[in-house]
Protein backbone atom coordinates (compact mmCIF):
# COMPACT_ATOMS: atom_id res chain seq x y z
CA UNK A 1 0.00 0.00 0.00
CA UNK A 2 2.70 2.65 0.46
CA UNK A 3 4.39 1.81 -2.74
CA UNK A 4 0.58 2.39 -4.36
CA UNK A 5 0.34 5.55 -2.57
CA UNK A 6 4.03 7.39 -2.81
CA UNK A 7 3.28 9.52 -5.50
CA UNK A 8 0.60 11.57 -4.07
CA UNK A 9 3.25 12.59 -1.77
CA UNK A 10 5.72 13.38 -4.40
CA UNK A 11 4.07 14.98 -6.84
CA UNK A 12 5.73 18.17 -6.90
CA UNK A 13 9.70 16.78 -6.99
CA UNK A 14 8.33 14.05 -9.57
CA UNK A 15 7.05 16.65 -11.82
CA UNK A 16 9.98 18.91 -11.74
CA UNK A 17 12.76 15.99 -11.84
CA UNK A 18 11.63 13.88 -14.21
CA UNK A 19 9.61 16.69 -16.76
CA UNK A 20 6.10 15.73 -16.06
CA UNK A 21 2.61 17.10 -16.81
CA UNK A 22 -0.64 16.10 -15.00
CA UNK A 23 -1.36 13.58 -17.36
CA UNK A 24 2.59 11.71 -16.94
CA UNK A 25 2.04 11.89 -13.62
CA UNK A 26 -1.03 10.43 -13.77
CA UNK A 27 0.66 8.12 -16.28
CA UNK A 28 3.44 7.35 -14.09
CA UNK A 29 1.49 6.58 -11.04
CA UNK A 30 -0.91 4.02 -12.79
CA UNK A 31 1.62 2.11 -14.31
CA UNK A 32 2.40 0.25 -10.90
CA UNK A 33 -1.46 -0.94 -11.82
CA UNK A 34 -1.07 -2.46 -15.18
CA UNK A 35 1.15 -5.57 -14.29
CA UNK A 36 -1.04 -5.19 -10.81
CA UNK A 37 -4.45 -5.75 -12.45
CA UNK A 38 -3.14 -8.35 -15.52
CA UNK A 39 -1.74 -10.67 -12.95
CA UNK A 40 -4.55 -10.71 -10.63
CA UNK A 41 -5.88 -13.92 -11.75
CA UNK A 42 -2.80 -15.58 -12.90
CA UNK A 43 -1.77 -14.78 -9.20
CA UNK A 44 -4.51 -16.64 -8.07
CA UNK A 45 -2.90 -19.67 -10.40
CA UNK A 46 0.72 -19.51 -9.17
CA UNK A 47 -0.54 -19.46 -5.73
CA UNK A 48 -2.27 -22.50 -6.12
CA UNK A 49 0.51 -23.65 -7.78
CA UNK A 50 3.93 -22.67 -5.23
CA UNK A 51 1.99 -21.84 -2.66
CA UNK A 52 1.90 -18.39 -0.92
CA UNK A 53 5.20 -18.04 1.15
CA UNK A 54 7.18 -18.51 -1.92
CA UNK A 55 4.71 -15.72 -3.89
CA UNK A 56 5.54 -13.39 -1.33
CA UNK A 57 8.69 -14.24 -0.72
CA UNK A 58 9.65 -13.31 -4.78
CA UNK A 59 7.33 -10.07 -4.89
CA UNK A 60 8.68 -8.60 -1.40
CA UNK A 61 12.14 -8.81 -3.30
CA UNK A 62 10.92 -7.45 -6.42
CA UNK A 63 9.55 -4.28 -5.01
CA UNK A 64 12.70 -3.73 -2.78
CA UNK A 65 14.59 -3.82 -5.83
CA UNK A 66 12.21 -1.47 -7.73
CA UNK A 67 12.26 1.09 -4.89
CA UNK A 68 15.64 1.23 -4.84
CA UNK A 69 15.78 1.98 -8.64
CA UNK A 70 12.99 4.23 -8.50
CA UNK A 71 15.16 6.64 -6.14
CA UNK A 72 17.86 6.57 -9.00
CA UNK A 73 15.61 7.25 -11.60
CA UNK A 74 16.22 10.51 -13.92
CA UNK A 75 14.23 9.78 -16.74
CA UNK A 76 9.91 9.46 -17.18
CA UNK A 77 10.41 5.86 -18.85
CA UNK A 78 12.79 4.39 -15.92
CA UNK A 79 10.44 5.71 -13.42
CA UNK A 80 7.51 3.87 -15.02
CA UNK A 81 9.61 0.86 -15.98
CA UNK A 82 10.43 0.94 -12.05
CA UNK A 83 6.80 1.14 -11.07
CA UNK A 84 6.06 -1.62 -13.39
CA UNK A 85 8.10 -3.57 -11.74
CA UNK A 86 6.37 -2.53 -8.32
CA UNK A 87 3.42 -3.66 -9.78
CA UNK A 88 4.74 -6.67 -10.69
CA UNK A 89 6.09 -7.83 -6.95
CA UNK A 90 2.94 -6.34 -5.44
CA UNK A 91 0.60 -8.01 -7.30
CA UNK A 92 -0.01 -11.06 -5.74
CA UNK A 93 -0.06 -9.75 -2.16
CA UNK A 94 -3.59 -9.93 -1.32
CA UNK A 95 -4.44 -13.31 -2.90
CA UNK A 96 -1.68 -14.45 -0.59
CA UNK A 97 -2.94 -13.14 2.35
CA UNK A 98 -6.58 -14.17 1.76
CA UNK A 99 -5.51 -17.67 0.81
CA UNK A 100 -4.08 -18.26 3.98
CA UNK A 101 -7.03 -16.69 5.57
CA UNK A 102 -8.97 -19.38 4.29
CA UNK A 103 -6.43 -22.36 4.71
CA UNK A 104 -5.40 -21.65 8.42
CA UNK A 105 -8.55 -20.34 9.83
CA UNK A 106 -12.28 -21.64 9.94
CA UNK A 107 -15.19 -20.29 7.37
CA UNK A 108 -16.99 -18.19 10.05
CA UNK A 109 -13.82 -15.98 10.56
CA UNK A 110 -13.34 -15.04 6.97
CA UNK A 111 -15.39 -11.73 6.59
CA UNK A 112 -13.20 -10.82 9.90
CA UNK A 113 -9.80 -11.75 8.17
CA UNK A 114 -10.35 -9.87 4.81
CA UNK A 115 -11.51 -6.68 7.05
CA UNK A 116 -7.89 -7.12 8.65
CA UNK A 117 -6.26 -7.93 5.73
CA UNK A 118 -7.22 -4.81 4.41
CA UNK A 119 -7.11 -2.95 8.12
CA UNK A 120 -3.26 -3.74 7.59
CA UNK A 121 -2.44 -2.45 4.49
CA UNK A 122 -4.67 0.66 5.20
CA UNK A 123 -2.46 0.99 8.01
CA UNK A 124 0.48 0.84 5.92
CA UNK A 125 -0.86 3.54 3.51
CA UNK A 126 -1.86 6.04 6.48
CA UNK A 127 1.54 6.23 7.98
CA UNK A 128 2.84 5.37 4.71
CA UNK A 129 1.76 9.21 3.43
CA UNK A 130 2.28 10.38 6.96
CA UNK A 131 6.09 9.74 7.48
CA UNK A 132 6.73 10.34 3.54
CA UNK A 133 5.37 13.63 3.36
CA UNK A 134 7.34 14.20 6.50
CA UNK A 135 10.83 13.12 4.84
CA UNK A 136 10.15 14.22 1.15
CA UNK A 137 8.99 17.62 2.66
CA UNK A 138 12.71 18.07 4.43
CA UNK A 139 15.05 15.69 2.57
CA UNK A 140 13.57 15.00 -1.15
CA UNK A 141 11.48 11.98 -2.59
CA UNK A 142 14.89 10.10 -3.68
CA UNK A 143 14.94 9.77 0.08
CA UNK A 144 11.42 8.68 0.44
CA UNK A 145 11.56 6.10 -1.98
CA UNK A 146 15.57 4.70 -0.16
CA UNK A 147 13.19 4.87 2.52
CA UNK A 148 10.23 2.45 0.95
CA UNK A 149 13.09 -0.11 -0.32
CA UNK A 150 14.55 -0.20 3.33
CA UNK A 151 11.17 -1.36 4.96
CA UNK A 152 10.89 -3.34 2.06
CA UNK A 153 13.44 -5.49 2.44
CA UNK A 154 12.41 -6.24 5.98
CA UNK A 155 9.61 -7.31 5.31
CA UNK A 156 11.48 -9.84 3.25
CA UNK A 157 13.04 -11.09 6.66
CA UNK A 158 9.59 -11.18 7.97
CA UNK A 159 8.17 -13.21 5.75
CA UNK A 160 11.24 -15.86 5.55
CA UNK A 161 10.97 -15.95 9.27
CA UNK A 162 6.82 -16.31 9.59
CA UNK A 163 5.10 -17.30 6.58
CA UNK A 164 4.25 -21.19 6.05
CA UNK A 165 2.06 -22.68 3.21
CA UNK A 166 -1.07 -24.78 5.96
CA UNK A 167 0.19 -28.62 7.06
CA UNK A 168 3.50 -27.90 5.60
CA UNK A 169 6.76 -26.64 7.47
CA UNK A 170 8.56 -26.08 3.74
CA UNK A 171 7.10 -24.95 0.35
CA UNK A 172 4.36 -27.83 -0.78
CA UNK A 173 1.74 -26.59 -2.25
CA UNK A 174 -1.76 -28.00 -4.34
CA UNK A 175 0.06 -29.39 -6.86
CA UNK A 176 -3.04 -29.64 -9.31
CA UNK A 177 -3.58 -26.29 -11.26
CA UNK A 178 -7.30 -25.40 -11.43
CA UNK A 179 -8.83 -26.20 -15.27
CA UNK A 180 -9.21 -23.73 -17.80
CA UNK A 181 -12.73 -24.42 -18.33
CA UNK A 182 -13.43 -24.41 -15.02
CA UNK A 183 -11.54 -20.92 -14.59
CA UNK A 184 -13.73 -19.63 -17.53
CA UNK A 185 -17.13 -20.95 -15.97
CA UNK A 186 -16.49 -18.86 -12.54
CA UNK A 187 -15.32 -15.88 -14.14
CA UNK A 188 -18.38 -15.60 -16.37
CA UNK A 189 -21.05 -16.06 -13.06
CA UNK A 190 -22.87 -13.39 -12.50
CA UNK A 191 -22.81 -14.41 -8.71
CA UNK A 192 -19.05 -13.75 -8.83
CA UNK A 193 -19.09 -10.80 -11.38
CA UNK A 194 -21.18 -8.54 -10.39
CA UNK A 195 -20.54 -8.23 -6.56
CA UNK A 196 -16.46 -7.69 -7.98
CA UNK A 197 -17.54 -4.86 -10.19
CA UNK A 198 -19.82 -3.44 -7.96
CA UNK A 199 -16.73 -3.51 -5.07
CA UNK A 200 -14.42 -1.94 -7.49
CA UNK A 201 -16.78 0.67 -8.46
CA UNK A 202 -17.36 1.30 -4.79
CA UNK A 203 -13.44 1.30 -3.85
CA UNK A 204 -12.59 3.61 -6.97
CA UNK A 205 -13.28 6.84 -4.90
CA UNK A 206 -10.52 5.88 -2.51
CA UNK A 207 -8.39 4.59 -5.01
CA UNK A 208 -8.56 7.70 -7.11
CA UNK A 209 -8.66 10.54 -4.93
CA UNK A 210 -7.69 9.31 -1.06
CA UNK A 211 -5.01 7.10 -2.51
CA UNK A 212 -3.14 9.72 -5.77
CA UNK A 213 -4.88 13.25 -6.05
CA UNK A 214 -6.48 13.65 -2.46
CA UNK A 215 -3.17 15.22 -1.09
CA UNK A 216 -2.54 17.68 -4.37
CA UNK A 217 -6.27 18.41 -4.27
CA UNK A 218 -5.81 19.82 -0.69
CA UNK A 219 -2.48 22.03 -1.09
CA UNK A 220 -3.93 23.30 -4.77
CA UNK A 221 -7.83 24.59 -3.73
CA UNK A 222 -7.30 24.64 -0.20
CA UNK A 223 -3.59 26.10 0.32
CA UNK A 224 -2.44 23.60 2.61
CA UNK A 225 1.24 22.46 3.01
CA UNK A 226 2.26 19.46 1.58
CA UNK A 227 3.20 18.00 5.44
CA UNK A 228 -0.55 19.29 6.11
CA UNK A 229 -2.42 17.84 2.98
CA UNK A 230 -0.58 14.42 3.69
CA UNK A 231 -1.80 14.63 7.63
CA UNK A 232 -5.42 15.62 6.55
CA UNK A 233 -5.35 12.94 3.06
CA UNK A 234 -4.05 10.31 5.34
CA UNK A 235 -7.59 10.42 7.66
CA UNK A 236 -9.13 8.48 4.70
CA UNK A 237 -6.96 5.39 5.54
CA UNK A 238 -7.47 5.99 9.76
CA UNK A 239 -11.00 6.09 8.68
CA UNK A 240 -10.84 2.51 7.07
CA UNK A 241 -10.32 0.88 10.03
CA UNK A 242 -13.16 1.13 11.92
CA UNK A 243 -14.97 0.89 8.63
CA UNK A 244 -13.44 -2.20 7.55
CA UNK A 245 -14.63 -3.82 10.95
CA UNK A 246 -17.73 -2.74 11.45
CA UNK A 247 -18.33 -3.94 8.21
CA UNK A 248 -17.31 -7.19 8.70
CA UNK A 249 -19.37 -7.45 11.69
CA UNK A 250 -22.26 -6.04 9.77
CA UNK A 251 -21.91 -8.91 7.27
CA UNK A 252 -21.89 -11.76 10.19
CA UNK A 253 -24.57 -10.06 12.08
CA UNK A 254 -27.33 -9.67 9.19
CA UNK A 255 -25.69 -11.53 6.70
CA UNK A 256 -26.43 -8.71 3.72
CA UNK A 257 -23.45 -8.00 2.60
CA UNK A 258 -25.01 -6.66 -0.41
CA UNK A 259 -26.65 -4.27 1.70
CA UNK A 260 -23.44 -3.17 3.38
CA UNK A 261 -21.75 -2.51 -0.02
CA UNK A 262 -24.76 -0.58 -1.19
CA UNK A 263 -24.45 1.39 1.92
CA UNK A 264 -20.71 2.21 1.12
CA UNK A 265 -21.96 3.36 -1.91
CA UNK A 266 -24.29 5.78 -0.83
CA UNK A 267 -21.76 6.99 1.87
CA UNK A 268 -18.94 7.14 -0.22
CA UNK A 269 -20.64 9.29 -2.95
CA UNK A 270 -22.05 11.33 -0.36
CA UNK A 271 -18.94 12.06 1.27
CA UNK A 272 -16.99 12.69 -1.63
CA UNK A 273 -19.92 15.74 -2.48
CA UNK A 274 -19.40 17.46 0.50
CA UNK A 275 -15.88 17.25 0.46
CA UNK A 276 -15.49 18.50 -2.69
CA UNK A 277 -18.32 21.08 -2.88
CA UNK A 278 -19.11 22.05 0.57
CA UNK A 279 -16.51 22.24 3.51
CA UNK A 280 -13.73 24.28 4.21
CA UNK A 281 -10.80 23.97 6.71
CA UNK A 282 -8.24 21.66 7.33
CA UNK A 283 -9.81 20.32 10.56
CA UNK A 284 -13.35 19.74 9.11
CA UNK A 285 -11.93 18.25 5.86
CA UNK A 286 -10.10 15.56 8.06
CA UNK A 287 -12.74 14.37 9.81
CA UNK A 288 -14.86 14.22 6.11
CA UNK A 289 -11.71 12.14 5.10
CA UNK A 290 -11.90 10.07 8.10
CA UNK A 291 -16.04 10.06 7.57
CA UNK A 292 -15.06 9.01 3.72
CA UNK A 293 -12.89 6.23 4.86
CA UNK A 294 -15.25 4.45 7.38
CA UNK A 295 -17.68 4.28 4.32
CA UNK A 296 -15.76 3.51 1.31
CA UNK A 297 -13.73 0.86 3.19
CA UNK A 298 -17.02 -0.74 3.09
CA UNK A 299 -15.84 -2.25 -0.38
CA UNK A 300 -14.30 -5.03 1.60
CA UNK A 301 -17.49 -7.08 2.02
CA UNK A 302 -17.55 -7.64 -1.83
CA UNK A 303 -14.13 -10.44 -1.15
CA UNK A 304 -17.07 -12.36 1.07
CA UNK A 305 -19.67 -12.02 -1.09
CA UNK A 306 -17.06 -13.51 -4.00
CA UNK A 307 -15.94 -16.31 -1.49
CA UNK A 308 -19.72 -17.53 -0.48
CA UNK A 309 -20.17 -18.13 -4.30
CA UNK A 310 -16.81 -19.57 -5.44
CA UNK A 311 -15.81 -23.30 -5.40
CA UNK A 312 -12.66 -24.37 -2.72
CA UNK A 313 -10.24 -25.14 -5.22
CA UNK A 314 -10.68 -21.42 -6.95
CA UNK A 315 -10.71 -19.28 -4.45
CA UNK A 316 -7.47 -17.57 -5.47
CA UNK A 317 -8.55 -17.30 -8.67
CA UNK A 318 -12.14 -15.81 -7.57
CA UNK A 319 -10.32 -13.30 -4.85
CA UNK A 320 -8.07 -12.24 -7.74
CA UNK A 321 -10.78 -10.86 -9.88
CA UNK A 322 -12.36 -9.25 -6.64
CA UNK A 323 -9.02 -7.40 -6.32
CA UNK A 324 -8.64 -6.52 -9.59
CA UNK A 325 -11.36 -4.77 -10.27
CA UNK A 326 -11.14 -3.33 -6.58
CA UNK A 327 -7.83 -1.78 -7.50
CA UNK A 328 -7.97 -1.44 -11.10
CA UNK A 329 -11.59 0.21 -11.92
CA UNK A 330 -9.77 3.18 -9.60
CA UNK A 331 -6.25 2.88 -10.13
CA UNK A 332 -5.41 1.86 -13.75
CA UNK A 333 -8.46 4.23 -15.15
CA UNK A 334 -9.83 7.17 -12.98
CA UNK A 335 -6.61 8.08 -11.73
CA UNK A 336 -4.93 8.84 -15.34
CA UNK A 337 -8.12 9.51 -16.58
CA UNK A 338 -8.74 12.43 -14.45
CA UNK A 339 -5.14 13.71 -14.55
CA UNK A 340 -5.42 13.64 -18.53
CA UNK A 341 -8.83 15.70 -18.13
CA UNK A 342 -7.38 18.26 -15.95
CA UNK A 343 -4.37 18.96 -18.33
CA UNK A 344 -7.12 18.88 -21.48
CA UNK A 345 -8.65 22.09 -18.81
CA UNK A 346 -5.51 23.48 -18.44
CA UNK A 347 -5.31 22.50 -14.92
CA UNK A 348 -2.52 21.70 -12.69
CA UNK A 349 -4.46 19.40 -10.58
CA UNK A 350 -8.02 17.98 -11.39
CA UNK A 351 -10.79 20.18 -9.68
CA UNK A 352 -13.95 19.22 -7.68
CA UNK A 353 -15.68 18.97 -10.93
CA UNK A 354 -13.18 16.53 -12.88
CA UNK A 355 -13.42 14.73 -9.66
CA UNK A 356 -16.75 14.50 -8.88
CA UNK A 357 -16.51 11.23 -11.70
CA UNK A 358 -15.66 9.42 -8.51
CA UNK A 359 -19.83 9.67 -7.30
CA UNK A 360 -20.77 8.79 -10.72
CA UNK A 361 -18.64 5.41 -9.79
CA UNK A 362 -20.62 5.05 -6.55
CA UNK A 363 -23.80 5.87 -8.10
CA UNK A 364 -23.25 3.07 -10.60
CA UNK A 365 -22.02 0.49 -8.21
CA UNK A 366 -25.59 0.94 -6.16
CA UNK A 367 -27.35 0.19 -9.48
CA UNK A 368 -25.51 -2.95 -10.12
CA UNK A 369 -26.43 -3.66 -6.58
CA UNK A 370 -30.05 -3.50 -6.98
CA UNK A 371 -30.21 -5.35 -10.01
CA UNK A 372 -27.91 -7.99 -8.44
CA UNK A 373 -30.50 -8.53 -5.43
CA UNK A 374 -32.86 -9.34 -8.12
CA UNK A 375 -30.85 -11.58 -10.37
CA UNK A 376 -28.79 -13.36 -8.04
CA UNK A 377 -31.56 -15.59 -6.72
CA UNK A 378 -31.37 -16.78 -10.15
CA UNK A 379 -27.76 -16.79 -10.94
CA UNK A 380 -26.08 -20.67 -10.35
CA UNK A 381 -23.41 -20.88 -8.76
CA UNK A 382 -20.15 -21.05 -10.31
CA UNK A 383 -19.96 -24.83 -8.76
CA UNK A 384 -22.70 -26.06 -9.76
Request: glycine share 12%; net charge positive; with cysteine.
Amino acid sequence: MVLQTFPSVMREGLVVDLSLNEAGFGGLSSSFYYPYILLQIPAGIVVSRFGARSVLLVGALLCTVASFLFAMSHTANVAELTRILMGLGAAPTVVCTMTLAAQWFPARLFPLLAALTEVFGMVGAALGQEVLGFIVDRAGWRTGMIACGVLSALLVVLIAAVVRNRGSSGETADQQLPRLRDMARLLASRAVFFPALAGGLVASGGVAFGWLWGVSYLQTYHHMTLSAASVCASFYFWGCLPGLIGSAWLCSRFRAAGLVLALGGLGTGVMMALILFVLHGQMVLSGAMFVLGVFNSFYAVSFTMVKDVAPERLSGVAMGLTNMLIVGIGGLILQPMLGVLAHARGLEVPDATILSVTIGAQVLAVIILGVFGFAGAKSRSPST
